[in-house]
């Protein structure tokens, strides 16, 4: 039987669990990560600049946005959140958000609104400490662009013994999938485990961490990742 150990932190985890339940899918949350707000002394001076398009990785990024950041000023700002929880968020705040066809970093490069990016435009992209990716190296190179860390990312500790009878990991993020891969080998779980992933980037980890079982859902909505499950299922 399927059953998958979901290595989100909340709210992710649980929207994400309820939706596989709902599609047949047996599963558990228990996040490899915690997240650690930075200080709003860290971000205050991001306030005088007023981007042209705003980018949020992550529901933590759009809230601590929402609570540190947002004035009257970003009324006229665009919105672009990397997927529905996301947007969702934003939008309960009275904004209007883009998604992406694809909830990744691959999905918001492909977008029409970052394409059309012009070189003196101000665009910020608010998510946490977690490295450079793709969408911030694209567009570095195509406008002035300013990079808002919000929050970081802190391994937790996991002896939950249950975590070795998943035989899918679903990890999203390369900070959480080095977490997943160290704390699986470290409870003695199987090496030929597979791993779904959000991305190509992301899974481009798995030799690395040597790890050859990874299938790219394209995405971390409930489409894209049924779908994905369905593909190992009949794989």
Not at 17 to 30: D, K, M, R, T
Request: glycine share 6%; hydrophobic share 40%; with cysteine.
């Amino acid at each position: 039987m399927t059953k998958v150990w979901i290595t989100l932190t909340e709210p992710s985890a649980s929207r994400i669990s309820a939706q596989l339940a709902s599609a047949g899918y047996a599963n558990f949350c228990e996040s490899v990560t915690e997240i650690e707000f930075l200080s709003q002394e860290l971000t205050v001076s991001q306030k005088a600049e007023v981007p042209d398009l705003c980018i949020f990785l992550s529901q933590h990024a759009a809230r601590q946005y929402l609570q540190q950041i947002y004035c009257e000023a970003h009324k006229k700002c665009k919105f672009l959140a990397i997927g529905p929880g996301t947007a969702e968020i934003l939008r309960i705040s009275g904004l209007y958000v883009v998604e992406p066809e694809h909830a990744s970093s691959e999905g918001l490069l492909a977008c029409a609104i970052v394409q059309s990016v012009k070189a003196d435009d101000y665009v910020s992209i608010f998510c946490g400490e977690e490295g450079r990716d793709i969408l911030q190296k694209y567009l570095k190179k195509r406008c002035y662009l300013n990079v808002v860390n919000l929050y970081r990312r802190i391994v937790r500790p996991i002896k939950n013994p249950r975590i070795v009878d998943a035989n899918i990991i679903l990890v999203g993020s390369t900070h959480g999938f080095i977490a997943a891969a160290n704390t699986w080998r470290r409870l003695g779980g199987n090496p030929s485990v597979k791993f779904l992933v959000p991305s190509e980037r992301v899974g481009a980890l798995s030799l690395k961490l040597g790890f050859s079982e990874v299938v790219n859902a394209q995405g971390m909505d409930t489409h894209s990742l049924v779908n994905a499950l369905a593909r190992i299922e009949n794989g």
